[in-house]
């Protein structure tokens, strides 16, 4: 019988290893991982991701475990469009006790959503291991040191402009190009601080100073970016875009779209995804990992 001919469509497999500081990597092959998001906030976007207190932030992170989870990420700041900046003491008060807490009981990677040095800081020493910085190191002068020292994987995502004004007309000529270009900026920024170039995951910021036509846009020439050499972390989960092209649905009526969105990104090459929704986000990973990689399907 012939060989079949491998005439996939979609991204070959890789294989991923951040090192971390060498005692605690992060390594993958042939799948998507799926990150679950905790917000320790009073006003992310959707409600349903907003978490009053360190046990009811351990109970979920406890369900997205057995959901499915990779890992979880921790935010004490909303990036909302609109959003309005909270100090690094009132983002630490929130997210500390809740790092410490599951560090010890959630048996998960822990990522810490912040762009600020002195929270990175306090959340690594409290047990986090992944720093994930919507402002790509750039928010904070000190970021790009105290990422080189606290040597853990660091997850570098485009902005245009800032959440209190992001979503007002942003603009761009190729848009892809443009992140693209961005993201090679902010590795180099990273390295020249003594970043290990193999701890960065790179995310081209869906809904961050981008209208719908640019986030589309992205999620369909993805592949470009994977011409960095780095992982891609893709976040669509629940976000305005969706909204719009379901003809206004809000955020608690965006699963489905979510659903969609995640799909088409990794069957158009993204390696780990940011979302709400773990369990049925790792259900329909599970199929697109099949699509893309034969994985999970038995043999014949
Ligand atoms: N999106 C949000 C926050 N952090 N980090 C990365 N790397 N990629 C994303 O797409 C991303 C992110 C916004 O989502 P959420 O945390 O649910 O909302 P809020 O900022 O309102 O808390």
């Known amino acids: 019988m012939k060989r079949p001919v491998n005439n996939s469509p979609y991204p070959p497999a890789k294989g991923w290893r951040l090192p971390g500081d060498g005692r605690h990597p992060i390594a993958w092959r042939g799948r998507t991982l799926v990150m679950g998001i905790l917000n320790l906030t009073p006003d992310s976007f959707y409600g349903g991701s907003r978490l009053p207190d360190p046990e ?15 890992l979880i990420d921790l935010g004490g700041e909303s990036t909302r469009p609109g959003a309005r900046p909270v100090s ?20 998960l990677p822990i990522s810490i959503d912040t762009s600020k040095a002195s929270v990175a800081e306090a959340a690594v020493g409290a047990g986090a291991g992944i720093l994930n910085d919507v402002g790509a190191l750039g928010l904070d002068p000190r970021m790009p040191k105290t990422a080189a020292r606290l040597k ?17 007309d942003p603009r761009y000529g190729d848009v892809v190009g443009e992140v ?13 601080a003594g970043v290990d170039p193999r701890n960065l995951v790179l995310d081209p910021g869906f809904g961050f100073g981008k209208a719908p036509t640019h986030n589309l846009e992205i999620t369909r020439r993805l592949l470009e970016l994977g011409a960095l050499g780095r992982p ?3 976040g669509p989960s629940r976000k305005a875009t969706l909204g719009v092209l379901l003809g206004g649905a809000p955020p ?35 199929m697109a990992d099949a699509l893309r990689y034969g994985r999970g399907c038995p043999a014949p």
């Open 88 to 107: 690094a003491t009132e983002e630490k008060r929130r997210v500390i006790p809740v790092v410490r807490l599951l560090a010890k009981k959630a048996g």
């Open 56 to 70: 009811a932030a351990l109970d979920r992170a406890l369900r997205m475990k057995s959901e499915g989870a990779d």
């Open 252 to 286: 608690q009526d965006r699963l489905e779209a979510t659903l969609a969105f995640v799909t088409a990104a990794v069957l158009g090459g993204a390696d780990w995804v940011r979302v709400h929704d773990v369990k049925e986000t790792v259900r329909a990973v599970r």
């Open 152 to 168: 853990v994987p660091v997850v570098l995502m485009h902005m245009k402009g800032r959440p209190r004004t992001m979503q007002r």
């Open 232 to 234: 891609i972390l893709f």
């Open 180 to 192: 693209g270009a961005f993201l090679r900026r902010r590795m180099e920024a990273a390295e020249r």
